[in-house]
């Protein structure tokens, strides 16, 4: 069946709880971490290392701890048998008669050869589809499924049906390398022309020499603490520290708009009694307070996407973006956290980083379940695009699910954008991006006035 598994889902090989291999789902295949290839889930397999089993979908677990197997079950059981799929006659004995017809797949049975006293009322299984429900009980809740991610109680197919599961890109090898020269040869133990010196705001490299070359400065030792290329990083940077200090915000009258066109009554926002507040968040600086709020951020990430993990010690990259911690050597601690908060709660958050006066990237939005739909992304978004325009940001990109295409396009007036299309605007940049996904882009200086909301 088509559009199962988005394209990018973490998937991984697992025994005895432990994971073997981890890949992700791409190209009607598996994208195999050992190998850089798109495999086979066989082949996958015996790059695990247990090419004997022989049990490819028993074994490969997505991140939610649902094996493929499991999976292909599940949607066989739900998908809709049409009449002409039905058997004809009676599975046991092949004769016609008083039939009675399996709910769960296409077996026929005369109700004696399927020892019941009478035709049943409402839905009935046969022994075969039972036998199977009861080892898929099993299944369930084993020690692979659980190592990989299932939790008891909740609806694990489900969530793969509507949740948004994503993985990191491999990262581009266009990208890095001095932003003046391009190359990517440095010297590491005595401090030199080829010294690599990175902006602690845009975030792009430097030689010391290119940056004498070019007129940027003439360094002699390495600085010490923060270190920025030109007179616009450094202003960026001071003005989200103020902003990220000064707490909780007013909503601007135009993002109240956006709420208010939402709401059915047509009432103020403020008449309903509801507190709107908008603040940013630094998580490198955050304080034990600030770190309240930021937690309730990654619960409502966690809520629309599964976790994505990695290393030993299972470090949740969310966790890393909205805290702006280092995660698989990569360095986040650029990061901020923009979030709606409504009485106090947080329902609305957005990651974000400012690369410089060329771009600012959002990796990750959501909104709290039980707020969709009314408008507070939109209304948090008016305000994160005030701040870019006060910044001076020339452009703004963001990574998209094939289902939030049409909102960011239509409602937010996004394009789509290529990486090269992206470097010719900012070159040497480093972005968040996920397999599976497209790249979005709008000029910055169309933010305001905000945009109209449509169901957000």
């Given at each position: 069946?088509?559009?199962?598994?988005?394209?990018?889902?973490?998937?991984?090989?697992?025994?005895?709880?432990?994971?073997?291999?981890?890949?992700?789902?791409?190209?009607?295949?598996?994208?195999?971490?050992?190998?850089?290839?798109?495999?086979?889930?066989?082949?996958?397999?015996?790059?695990?290392?247990?090419?004997?089993?022989?049990?490819?979908?028993?074994?490969?677990?997505?991140?939610?701890?649902?094996?493929?197997?499991?999976?292909?079950?599940?949607?066989?059981?739900?998908?809709?048998?049409?009449?002409?799929?039905?058997?004809?006659?009676?599975?046991?004995?092949?004769?016609?008669?008083?039939?009675?017809?399996?709910?769960?797949?296409p077996r026929l049975f005369i109700r004696v050869c399927a020892e019941l006293s009478?035709?049943?009322?409402?839905?009935?299984?046969?022994?075969?589809?039972?036998?199977?429900?009861?080892?898929?009980?099993?299944?369930?809740?084993?020690?692979?499924?659980?190592?990989?991610?299932?939790?008891?109680?909740?609806?694990?197919?489900?969530?793969?049906?509507?949740?948004?599961?994503?993985?990191?890109?491999?990262?581009?090898?266009?990208?890095?390398?001095?932003?003046?020269?391009?190359?990517?040869?440095?010297?590491?133990?005595?401090?030199?022309?080829?010294?690599?010196?990175?902006?602690?705001?845009?975030?792009?490299?430097?030689?010391?020499?290119?940056?004498?070359?070019?007129?940027?400065?003439?360094?002699?030792?390495?600085?010490?603490?923060?270190?920025?290329?030109?007179?616009?990083?450094?202003?960026?940077?001071?003005?989200?520290?103020?902003?990220?200090?000064?707490?909780?915000?007013?909503?601007?009258?135009?993002?109240?708009?956006?709420?208010?066109?939402?709401?059915?009554?047509?009432?103020?926002?403020?008449?309903?009694?509801?507190?709107?507040?908008?603040?940013?968040?630094?998580?490198?600086?955050?304080?034990?307070?600030?770190?309240?709020?930021?937690?309730?951020?990654?619960?409502?990430?966690?809520?629309?996407?599964?976790?994505?993990?990695?290393?030993?010690?299972?470090?949740?990259?969310?966790?890393?973006?909205?805290?702006?911690?280092?995660?698989?050597?990569?360095?986040?601690?650029?990061?901020?956290?923009?979030?709606?908060?409504?009485?106090?709660?947080?329902?609305?958050?957005?990651?974000?980083?400012?690369?410089?006066?060329?771009?600012?990237?959002?990796?990750?939005?959501?909104?709290?379940?039980?707020?969709?739909?009314?408008?507070?992304?939109?209304?948090?978004?008016?305000?994160?695009?005030?701040?870019?325009?006060?910044?001076?940001?020339?452009?703004?990109?963001?990574?998209?699910?094939?289902?939030?295409?049409?909102?960011?396009?239509?409602?937010?007036?996004?394009?789509?954008?290529?990486?090269?299309?992206?470097?010719?605007?900012?070159?040497?940049i480093k972005i968040v991006d996920f397999e599976g996904t497209k790249l979005l882009?709008?000029?910055?200086?169309?933010?305001?006035?905000?945009?109209?909301?449509?169901?957000?």
């Amino acid at each position: 069946m088509e559009d199962v598994l988005p394209e990018g889902t973490m998937l991984q090989y697992m025994v005895n709880g432990i994971t073997k291999l981890v890949g992700y789902a791409k190209d009607s295949g598996i994208f195999c971490s050992c190998c850089n290839a798109v495999v086979s889930p066989s082949q996958f397999e015996a790059h695990a290392g247990q090419a004997q089993r022989r049990k490819p979908y028993n074994y490969i677990y997505t991140s939610n701890g649902v094996s493929l197997h499991e999976l292909s079950i599940i949607l066989s059981k739900r998908r809709k048998l049409l009449d002409s799929q039905n058997d004809d006659l009676c599975s046991i004995c092949e004769d016609a008669g008083e039939l009675v017809l399996c709910d769960l797949c296409p077996r026929l049975f005369i109700r004696v050869c399927a020892e019941l006293s009478s035709v049943p009322e409402g839905d009935w299984h046969c022994k075969y589809c039972e036998n199977m429900h009861q080892r898929e009980n099993y299944v369930k809740y084993n020690d692979n499924a659980r190592a990989a991610g299932r939790v008891v109680g909740v609806d694990a197919i489900d969530q793969i049906m509507k949740r948004c599961i994503l993985i990191v890109k491999i990262p581009d090898s266009r990208v890095g390398g001095c932003a003046l020269c391009r190359c990517k040869d440095y010297a590491k133990s005595v401090f030199g022309e080829r010294t690599v010196l990175i902006c602690d705001q845009c975030e792009k490299e430097y030689h010391v020499g290119c940056l004498k070359i070019h007129g940027m400065g003439d360094l002699k030792e390495k600085p010490e603490g923060d270190w920025f290329c030109c007179v616009k990083c450094i202003t960026i940077h001071a003005t989200l520290q103020y902003v990220s200090s000064i707490g909780a915000q007013e909503l601007p009258i135009q993002a109240l708009d956006v709420i208010k066109r939402n709401n059915s009554n047509k009432r103020s926002i403020r008449d309903a009694g509801v507190d709107l507040k908008w603040r940013l968040f630094r998580g490198k600086t955050a304080s034990a307070s600030d770190k309240v709020f930021l937690s309730d951020a990654v619960s409502v990430l966690h809520e629309s996407f599964d976790p994505i993990i990695s290393g030993k010690k299972g470090t949740d990259l969310f966790t890393q973006l909205v805290f702006g911690r280092s995660w698989c050597h990569m360095d986040l601690q650029g990061m901020y956290c923009a979030v709606l908060i409504a009485n106090s709660v947080v329902v609305s958050v957005s990651v974000l980083r400012v690369l410089g006066s060329d771009v600012a990237e959002v990796p990750l939005v959501a909104t709290r379940k039980d707020c969709q739909g009314q408008g507070y992304f939109a209304a948090l978004f008016a305000c994160i695009g005030r701040l870019l325009a006060s910044l001076n940001v020339e452009h703004l990109v963001l990574p998209a699910t094939d289902d939030a295409q049409a909102m960011w396009t239509q409602k937010f007036g996004f394009t789509k954008i290529s990486l090269d299309q992206l470097h010719s605007l900012a070159r040497g940049i480093k972005i968040v991006d996920f397999e599976g996904t497209k790249l979005l882009h709008r000029t910055v200086s169309d933010l305001l006035p905000p945009f109209e909301n449509r169901g957000c």
